[in-house]
């Protein structure tokens, strides 16, 4: 595993750096790989970009360019060099040879940070999948070995390499092994999952699935939302400002004061190019979110590149095959911007702030208006000896106006389509 020394405390040093081949967010992805390096507690030092058409083959880099990194490395004493893109094995092990730095590319860099924050079994089997896969091709192409090996059962680790040939190979049917045996076990894991997700389904409750950007305001959303409907404390989720803090999926039932209810989940937060071994090993828990009546997508409005990220997310959400789910877009963290007025609703759009109740408030609404539509105000008279009507009705629906007549209860309800159909027998009509 990528542990320091040191404890952490004095972060490694690293040099940043990537081509600029005129992509329109160069930049944007620049200053995100500077927070995904903090995110792994290293000490981004500089950064170093390089005008190409597209990348040298064998090294990535033109070699002057090498060179000017491992001069700026030298005077900034860093010891890692963090590039933005994920590279061949080739050039992984040219660039490592030419600078003598441990070359860390952004699939690696990504992989570590879920590695660290994974808690739960299925995202632990997932991660060390993922860092299996992504080491499999590159098993012999580091010749400097600043961290532990023993990263195979464990998931993280940027790095690995064998001293000879056959200790490679026999490292690769190990990998191997250990992927397929990993498999097995996640395979199991989701099918607990599965059955659960059934169970839910048969509740034939709506559900609403919170998505965005990492460090958005997801989980900051869920809870609040969790606060202002009084459920248990220990249905909060974790919240924290830091990259990919929540790595799971929790699903928890809301129940408004009108008795309507709704399934909420929180998952993962996306970053630009998430890497391709990730997704696929999250696929199961990413896939939540195509099951959703309404998606949630949580926008944080304070970060300059706010746009950007919704374009990310909704590329990330078709890679994983979620489309045609309507979608509020919550703009969140209003607070931190003067010039926005909130709590605001604009269309299918909302300028909040998950940390404020009249905002939350406002986004119930909003989640209310687009998933009960089709309720239905209706009256019912509903004879006493049916009492289990009335207490489905009255645990189920919001309940508008109740009165004793002689042959019964007079009921007048906001109804879904389906209570409807069950209590047609008893429509009341004067
Ligand atoms: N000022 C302010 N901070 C907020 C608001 N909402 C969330 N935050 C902060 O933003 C940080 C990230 O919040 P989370 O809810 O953990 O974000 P997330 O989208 O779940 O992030 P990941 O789990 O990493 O994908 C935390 O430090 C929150 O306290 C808000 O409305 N205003
Ligand atoms: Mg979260």
Same mark, same amino acid.
């Given at each position: 595993m990528?542990?320091?020394?040191?404890?952490? %405390?004095?972060?490694?040093?690293?040099?940043?750096?990537?081509?600029?081949?005129?992509?329109?967010?160069?930049?944007?992805?620049?200053?995100?790989?500077?927070?995904?390096? +903090?995110?792994?507690?290293?000490?981004?030092?500089?950064?170093?970009?390089?005008?190409?058409?597209?990348?040298?083959?064998?090294?990535?880099?033109?070699?002057? %360019?090498?060179?000017?990194?491992?001069?700026?490395?030298?005077?900034?004493?860093?010891?890692?060099?963090?590039?933005?893109?994920?590279?061949?094995?080739?050039?992984?092990?040219?660039?490592?040879?030419?600078?003598?730095?441990?070359?860390?590319?952004?699939?690696?860099?990504?992989l570590e940070?879920f590695a660290r924050?994974a808690?739960?079994?299925?995202a632990k089997l997932q991660v060390q999948i993922a860092s299996l +896969?992504?080491r499999?091709?590159?098993?012999?192409?580091?010749?400097?070995?600043?961290?532990?090996?023993?990263t195979a059962g464990s998931g993280g680790g940027?790095?690995?390499?064998?001293?000879?040939?056959?200790?490679?190979?026999?490292?690769?049917?190990?990998?191997?092994?250990?992927?397929?045996?990993l498999?097995?076990?996640?395979?199991?894991?989701? +099918?607990?999952?599965?059955?659960?997700?059934?169970?839910?389904?048969?509740?034939?409750?709506?559900?609403?699935?919170?998505?965005?950007?990492?460090?958005?305001? %997801?989980?900051?959303?869920?809870?609040?939302?969790?606060?202002?409907?009084?459920?248990?404390?220990?249905?909060?989720?974790?919240?924290?400002?830091?990259?990919?803090?929540?790595?799971?999926?929790?699903?928890?039932?809301?129940?408004?004061?009108?008795?309507?209810?709704?399934?909420?989940?929180?998952?993962?937060?996306?970053?630009?190019?998430?890497?391709?071994?990730?997704?696929?090993?999250?696929?199961?828990?990413?896939?939540?979110?195509?099951?959703?009546?309404?998606?949630?997508?949580?926008?944080?409005?304070?970060?300059?590149?706010?746009?950007?990220?919704?374009?990310?997310?909704?590329?990330?959400?078709?890679?994983?095959?979620?489309?045609?789910?309507?979608?509020?877009?919550?703009?969140?963290?209003?607070?931190?911007?003067?010039?926005?007025?909130?709590?605001?609703?604009?269309?299918?759009?909302?300028?909040?702030?998950?940390?404020?109740?009249?905002?939350?408030?406002?986004?119930?609404?909003?989640?209310?208006?687009?998933?009960?539509?089709?309720?239905?105000?209706?009256?019912?008279?509903?004879?006493?000896?049916?009492?289990?009507?009335?207490?489905?009705?009255?645990?189920?629906?919001?309940?508008?106006?109740?009165?004793?007549?002689?042959?019964?209860?007079?009921?007048?309800?906001?109804?879904?389509?389906?209570?409807?159909?069950?209590?047609?027998?008893?429509?009341?009509?004067?």
């Amino acid at each position: 595993m990528f542990m320091k020394m040191n404890g952490g %405390k004095n972060m490694d040093g690293a040099i940043l750096a990537g081509i600029d081949s005129g992509q329109e967010n160069f930049e944007y992805t620049m200053n995100e790989l500077a927070a995904l390096t +903090q995110a792994a507690t290293i000490k981004p030092e500089l950064t170093i970009t390089q005008k190409l058409d597209k990348p040298v083959s064998a090294t990535y880099f033109g070699s002057g %360019k090498l060179n000017e990194i491992k001069n700026a490395a030298t005077a900034k004493s860093a010891i890692d060099l963090i590039i933005n893109d994920e590279l061949t094995p080739t050039q992984l092990r040219n660039i490592e040879d030419q600078t003598n730095l441990t070359v860390i590319d952004r699939t690696a860099l990504i992989l570590e940070i879920f590695a660290r924050r994974a808690h739960t079994r299925e995202a632990k089997l997932q991660v060390q999948i993922a860092s299996l +896969q992504y080491r499999l091709p590159r098993l012999r192409t580091s010749s400097l070995n600043r961290f532990d090996q023993q990263t195979a059962g464990s998931g993280g680790g940027f790095t690995s390499r064998g001293s000879g040939e056959t200790q490679m190979e026999l490292n690769r049917r190990t990998i191997q092994n250990q992927i397929n045996h990993l498999r097995h076990q996640l395979k199991e894991v989701e +099918q607990e999952e599965q059955t659960k997700r059934k169970a839910r389904d048969r509740s034939n409750l709506k559900t609403v699935a919170l998505v965005g950007y990492t460090n958005a305001g %997801k989980s900051t959303t869920m809870n609040g939302l969790l606060r202002l409907t009084g459920q248990d404390e220990e249905k909060q989720v974790f919240e924290k400002n830091m990259l990919f803090a929540t790595l799971d999926t929790s699903v928890r039932k809301i129940q408004f004061a009108d008795n309507k209810q709704i399934l909420l989940s929180d998952t993962v937060g996306f970053v630009s190019s998430l890497p391709h071994q990730l997704v696929e090993a999250f696929k199961t828990t990413l896939s939540e979110a195509a099951q959703a009546d309404l998606l949630i997508q949580v926008i944080d409005a304070s970060d300059p590149h706010a746009k950007e990220m919704v374009k990310t997310t909704e590329k990330t959400l078709r890679e994983i095959g979620v489309t045609g789910i309507p979608m509020i877009y919550a703009f969140n963290k209003a607070d931190l911007e003067p010039q926005l007025s909130y709590p605001q609703i604009a269309g299918d759009q909302i300028t909040f702030s998950a940390q404020d109740d009249e905002s939350l408030k406002l986004l119930i609404k909003m989640i209310k208006k687009t998933l009960f539509a089709d309720f239905e105000t209706k009256t019912y008279l509903i004879p006493f000896d049916e009492g289990k009507y009335l207490e489905q009705l009255n645990s189920n629906a919001s309940i508008l106006n109740t009165d004793y007549l002689a042959k019964g209860t007079l009921i007048t309800a906001e109804v879904s389509p389906a209570t409807a159909g069950i209590l047609q027998k008893f429509e009341y009509s004067n």
